[in-house]
């Protein structure tokens, strides 16, 4: 897949899979990483990117297999855009779809 | 690669991040190897699913500045950081191969080999002398550092292999690299390369600073011209005014053209450094 467009989607990816339930920061990067052909490490930029713009915030948690984990999970504001974002998608899906007819 | 190689080289190429963001950055890495071992992934299953340190550097660039200007740092980054891996990995090698030098030197008491490649380092040395004052500290603490090696050479052998052991992982770099072709080419880029490169570089920056004063001259004439159109629009020095005003726009328009063509060689420029250190670092291995 084209690198541009996967970047695109990968806004989408993130929030919607964060308005399912919080994850912490591998648990995310591997889901996605496992259906997008990603590299892995290049999420977490997306992750900052995504909290600094208000979208995300982190809190920290005990596990019980060793050290606590840094979890993220959606504000107001991106729960907000995950509902316009995937308006969005849903509208270009549309449209491709019609031009793939 | 292992994991402290990956953080590390991360770290190298983070340049320019906020040191409480890159802290933060660094510490969401470390977090993630953890608990990769925890569900027995392997380091270096870990590293190559995460990519390159390089790239990671770019898009976390990218979230805190402009694409176009982030784009531009980091080419500047990474010139540097190829830059300062290559003086490491050329110091070092070096190091051993004089104190290969010298230790087989002492050894059997002359090698013909070995004094040529001494005699051909003191020639550089020597001219290197001639040139200027900082080269000859240069110079200076090259020969100290020969004698040093020279009476420390009973401990040379401890270090050497704890050096070794430590440096397994960059094994295959340390292995087959020629003494010859390390100093042909630091005596083709001190001798000639680096001025080179240098005096490019000023080229470019001199090419920026004039954009900059034409497009301020451009601007001042531009601005008189106005000036003086409003305050005394007399008909005979209206034509005279309005050349220069219409010169003014030229220069304005000469000067960004400067400028742009500054932005745009300053990064192909970058990317031939880049280019020209990957060679030579191909170039010193067999």
Redesign the interface.
């Known amino acids: 897949m084209d690198t541009q467009f996967k970047k695109g989607v990968l806004d989408i990816c993130v929030l919607s899979t964060l308005k399912k339930k919080d994850h ?3 648990e995310l ?1 591997h889901k996605i ?1 496992k259906d997008i052909a990603i ?4 999420l ?3 992750l ?2 995504l909290k ?1 713009e208000g979208y995300l915030q982190t809190y920290l948690k005990e596990s019980n ?3 606590s ?2 979890y993220y999970s959606l504000t107001k504001k991106g729960e907000y855009r995950a509902k316009e974002l995937k308006a969005e998608w849903k509208d270009f899906e549309k449209k491709i779809n019609n031009i793939l007819k | 690669m292992k994991k402290q190689e990956f953080l590390e080289e991360l770290e190298e190429y983070l340049v320019g991040i906020p040191s409480n ?1 890159k802290e933060e ?1 660094m ?3 470390e ?2 190897f ?3 071992k ?2 027995k992934r392997n380091e270096g299953e870990i590293v190559k ?5 390089k ?2 550097a770019r ?2 660039r ?2 805190f500045s402009s694409s176009k200007k982030s784009e531009l740092k980091s080419e500047a980054i990474e010139t540097w950081v190829a830059m300062k891996k290559f003086t490491k990995q050329l110091f070092h090698n070096t190091e051993d191969k004089i104190s290969d030098v010298i230790q087989k030197d002492k050894r059997d008491k002359s090698t013909l080999a070995s004094k040529i490649i001494l005699g051909a380092l003191i020639f550089l040395v020597a001219v290197l002398i001639i040139n200027s004052g900082f080269l000859k500290i240069l110079a200076l603490a090259i020969i100290g550092y020969l004698a040093y090696n020279y009476y420390k050479n009973d401990n040379k052998k401890t270090r050497r292999t704890k050096r070794a052991h430590s440096k397994t992982t960059s094994k295959e770099k340390k292995r087959g690299l020629s003494t010859t072709k390390i100093i042909l080419s630091l005596a083709f880029n001190l001798l000639f390369f680096i001025w080179l490169w240098i005096g490019l570089l000023f080229g470019l920056i001199g090419l920026f600073i004039a954009g900059l004063s034409i497009i301020i001259s451009g601007a001042a004439i531009f601005g008189f011209g106005i000036f003086a159109l409003i305050a005394h629009g007399d008909p005979l020095t209206k034509n005279i005014l309005f050349a220069g005003l219409f010169s003014g726009i030229g220069l304005l328009i000469l000067g960004s053209l400067f400028t742009s063509l500054f932005g745009w060689f300053i990064k192909l420029y970058l990317k031939a450094t880049q280019v020209y250190i990957q060679l030579n670092s191909r170039f010193i291995r067999k």
């Open positions: 912490y920061g591998y990067v990483s590299t892995e490490g290049t977490y930029p997306i900052r990117r600094n297999e060793g050290p984990r840094k | 963001e950055i510490q969401d890495y977090e993630h953890k608990i990769g925890k569900k699913s995460l990519g390159e340190p790239e990671i898009e976390m990218m979230t």
